[in-house]
């Protein structure tokens, strides 16, 4: 049979008493003993939850940051792709030049010397006309044949070709202002743009998702259904969204003929004036044709693919105040407009009134 538990003796004669010390059973200190160890492993437990909660979120945290780095790591490849073909093409053109440049210059020593020969047949031939016309009527007589011989001299003597250079070789790419990055910093400062149909001309036609406007050939809506915030002077809409501060960034893709503008208007530029948009107005904007490649300093031979569909990309920098264009495929840098902003500022999108079909859509992309 077990034994249950005993409390301790009573005293002995010689031993000494345990004077202010409580004696518990043993039962009741097992349970104490229990609650404690309980009240521990709740707090033990939470700080195991806590610290597995904290490990998951850093894991997550560390999951971000190497997305974040690999996707930094993949646009800075497609930079340095991009630089690198970049200045294999600027190495090319340079070595088309150096060649054409030392070939003209090999053309013009190879002329210098025919001139030096020429010029010194030339001076002998002056030398001897001198001491001729200098000699009387009989000495002239007497030298009948050598005057002959003389004279025919004068009549076969050649002056000196033309020279002829070659072609000049295709200026060197300049790297366009913002090259480096460019669909990073768009992507950043990407601002979801939409049509305001109440800003639109009469004869423009707004599709439901207001993204994309129309410019119709031969569309004539009667003024008398033109809107009272509508543009009447020319075929141009507003967006919905102004801007007031900060960066921002918008694509818009321009597809058929004709000649295009892009840019930014104050609220309260005039819609009905006759005057063409201009920054004293409130205007600041791009024109260009579509019919051939987008005019620019740092353009490329093979943007003539590009002729009946464009990307253009706008940049506003409202405290800088620049305003940036860009041809997206080809990342190239169209023009930059610079002065002071103030007050609200909406994109604007027109369109010249002989451009057959020409449409434009905004990319949410």
Same mark, same amino acid.
């Given at each position: 049979m077990a034994r249950g538990p005993t409390l301790p003796a009573a005293p002995t004669a010689g031993a000494q008493p345990l004077l202010g010390h409580a004696l518990t059973p043993v039962p009741k200190a097992a349970t104490q003993h229990r609650q404690r160890l309980k009240v521990y492993l709740q707090s033990l437990k939470r700080q195991l939850a806590d610290a597995q909660q904290g490990l998951e979120l850093q894991n997550r945290?560390?999951?971000?940051?190497?997305?974040?780095?690999?996707?930094?790591?993949?646009?800075?490849?497609?930079?340095?792709?991009?630089?690198?073909?970049?200045?294999?093409?600027?190495?090319?053109i340079t070595d088309t030049q150096i060649s054409s440049a030392m070939e003209a210059l090999s053309q013009a020593q190879e002329s210098r010397d025919q001139l030096l020969v020429q010029s010194s047949s030339l001076q002998a031939l002056q030398r001897e006309l001198a001491r001729t016309s200098l000699q009387t009527d009989t000495q002239l007589l007497l030298r009948g044949p050598q005057l002959s011989?003389?004279?025919?001299?004068?009549?076969?003597?050649?002056?000196?070709?033309?020279?002829?250079?070659p072609p000049q070789?295709?200026?060197?790419? !300049?790297? %366009?202002? @913002?090259?480096?990055?460019?669909? /990073?910093?768009?992507?950043?400062?990407?601002t979801l743009v939409s049509l305001d149909p109440e800003t639109a001309h009469h004869n423009l036609f707004v599709c439901g998702c207001y993204k994309m406007v129309l410019f119709p050939w031969g569309r004539r809506v009667p003024s008398g259904d033109a809107r009272a915030t509508g543009f009447?002077?020319?075929?141009?809409?507003?967006?919905?969204?102004?801007?007031?501060?900060?960066?921002?960034?918008?694509?818009?893709?321009?597809?058929?003929?004709?000649?295009?503008?892009?840019?930014?208007?104050?609220? !309260?530029? %005039?819609? @009905?004036?006759?005057?063409?948009? /201009?920054?004293?107005?409130?205007?600041?904007?791009?024109?260009?044709?579509?019919?051939s490649p987008p005019d620019s300093a740092h353009s490329h031979a093979d943007l003539d693919r590009y002729r009946d569909t464009l990307c253009i990309g706008v940049f506003l920098d409202y405290e800088l105040g620049e305003l940036s264009f860009y041809h997206m495929p080809q990342r190239v840098h169209l023009a930059t407009i610079c002065d002071t902003f103030a007050g609200s500022l909406l994109p604007y999108f027109s369109a010249r009134p002989e451009s057959p079909g020409l449409s434009m859509t905004i990319l949410t992309q």
């Open positions: 945290e560390t999951e971000e940051l190497s997305l974040q780095v690999q996707t930094i790591k993949a646009e800075l490849d497609c930079n340095v792709q991009e630089s690198q073909r970049f200045l294999q093409r600027y190495m090319e011989r003389l004279l025919k001299r004068c009549e076969d003597f050649q002056g000196p070709e033309a020279c002829s250079f070789a295709e200026a060197s790419p !300049s790297l %366009p202002y @913002h090259y480096v990055g460019i669909y /990073s910093i768009f992507t950043r400062f990407l009447t002077s020319h075929m141009a809409i507003l967006s919905s969204q102004a801007f007031e501060a900060g960066r921002h960034s918008w694509v818009v893709k321009i597809s058929g003929k004709g000649t295009w503008a892009l840019g930014v208007c104050k609220a !309260s530029f %005039p819609r @009905h004036a006759l005057q063409p948009p /201009s920054p004293s107005l409130g205007c600041w904007h791009l024109e260009q044709h579509v019919d």
